[in-house]
């Protein structure tokens, strides 16, 4: 089967076609990075501006890429929610012209379940490729046997130990791909601009929240510390403060880690932006040369107290799923914000002192992108989750255009998650 999917819930137009094995076959991507950080944020109405101007391009792209034409598609999968609204219509109404034109199913898609399958997607085609490049260097062998022939006739037992020596790195390759490919049940993060949830994920829109955000997510907060020590926030607010931090003290600054007392999965960040706001405000109230140094600093406490308090939740809600779901393996981390390389590298201890494998799709694929729709529209077509084609492109009056800016990914919250303070 063949996916095409198209994700515009806020300032990336993402297109991408996927096939059944979790192939790329092509993809396209348009952000809007430039046009936000000039206004430090997203503005609605600019943002679906360039969705309507970037939208039939980054489709024709992606479908090119791949070399398919869109009657060749088996449905088209659409972000429908949470996001903004104005947006949102962008991508559901190109999608809808799509399916209507080849009569081809829909398939709504929630755009954190995205962010969160592509990780199955990433484990099967990163092992796929791997078993690959094996066996090209199998077949080198080979080839090489062949041209030193006489040789290797003398020396059969030689030759033999070097292809028995490529054969083992393919069957490890293949022994690799299996451990990484992320199965149900797993234990997932999801840190990105507007979320910040710890889930466990049993199949297919059967999610349990193990813990949420009481104000702000943990990008947005980055976001917000990136402005206020005047970074440019290119290519986004979170990726120039990991840099910046790269150059600070993470101990220079003794923030403190938000709701240690509380054994809870719940997140918080309000409390510890607001400490990291007071203290540039007195420290470091304007961008300068001279205080670049004292700037960073604050970056890098912001960067390892925010941290410390993910994996302080990440710890707790290992405890809890090995308790109930022994045969949990993976820790799955994704999100805009899982391509941080220092959250990646605490959380990987973590994981590795639990027993866990962690599992964070590569930078791209955490950022919004319109792969991770196409994947999770696959998952849902496998399971014949689809709804029919729409008989007509345009919205007749009174049809209800379904978009669902506010969009819970899941109501089934775990019990230990209500522990009192
Ligand atoms: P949501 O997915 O919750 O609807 P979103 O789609 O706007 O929100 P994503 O695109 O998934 O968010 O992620 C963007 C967020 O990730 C931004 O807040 C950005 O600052 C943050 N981010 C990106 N790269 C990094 C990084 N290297 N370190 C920290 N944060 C990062
Ligand atoms: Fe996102």
Not at 80 to 85: D, E, V
Not at 96 to 112: F, G, K, S, T
Not at 253 to 268: E, G, I
Not at 320 to 347: C, D, F, K, M
Request: hydrophobic letters at 45%; charged letters at 20%.
């Amino acid at each position: 089967a063949l996916i095409l999917g198209i994700e515009s819930s806020c300032d990336d137009t993402g297109v991408a076609v996927v096939s059944a094995s979790g192939r790329v076959l092509g993809e396209s991507l348009a952000s809007q990075a430039d046009i936000h950080a000039a206004w430090g944020g997203v503005v609605p109405k600019l943002a679906q501006e360039a969705h309507e101007a970037a939208i039939d391009g980054c489709v024709e792209a992606a479908l090119a890429a791949a070399g398919v034409r869109p009657e060749q598609l088996d449905a088209v999968a659409v972000t429908i929610g949470p996001g903004l609204s104005l947006c949102l219509r962008v991508g559901v109404l190109k999608a809808r012209q799509l399916a209507a034109a080849h009569r081809l199913p829909l398939i709504p898609v929630h755009h954190m379940e995205a962010h969160a399958l592509v990780a199955r997607l990433g484990a099967t085609r990163f092992a796929a490729e791997a078993a690959a490049a094996e066996q090209q260097q199998q077949q080198g062998v080979q080839q090489q046997q062949q041209q030193q022939g006489v040789q290797a006739q003398q020396q059969p037992a030689a030759s033999t130990a070097a292809l028995g020596a490529a054969s083992d790195a393919v069957q490890a390759a293949a022994e690799a791909a299996a451990d990484a490919a992320v199965e149900f049940p797993f234990l997932c993060l999801l840190i990105s601009g507007g979320h910040n949830l710890l889930l466990l994920v049993e199949g297919i829109g059967q999610y349990t929240q193990l813990g949420t955000t009481l104000d702000d997510a943990l990008g947005e907060a980055y976001d917000k510390v990136a402005r206020l020590l005047g970074l440019e926030l290119k290519p986004s607010g979170g990726a120039a403060l990991e840099a910046f931090a790269r150059e600070g003290d993470p101990r220079a600054l003794p923030f403190s880690v938000p709701m240690q007392r509380r054994p809870t999965c719940d997140f918080s960040y309000a409390g510890l932006k607001t400490a990291v706001r007071l203290a540039i405000e007195e420290q470091a109230p304007e961008a300068t040369d001279a205080n670049r140094q004292l700037r960073a600093d604050i970056a890098a406490s912001f960067q390892r107290v925010a941290v410390a308090h993910l994996e302080e939740r990440c710890r707790r809600a290992v405890g809890w799923v090995q308790e109930s779901h022994p045969q949990v393996r993976h820790l799955v981390v994704a999100g805009g914000v899982a391509s941080n390389q220092y959250i990646r590298g605490r959380l990987t201890a973590i994981a590795d002192a639990a027993g866990l494998r962690l599992v964070c799709p590569p930078p791209r694929l955490c950022t919004d992108n319109g792969v991770m729709v196409a994947w999770a529209g696959m998952e849902r077509y496998q399971l014949g989750l689809v709804e029919p084609p729409p008989a007509s492109a345009q919205v007749a009056d009174g049809e209800w255009l379904d978009l669902r800016p506010r969009w819970p990914l899941t109501d089934r919250k775990d019990p230990r998650s209500f522990t009192a303070p």
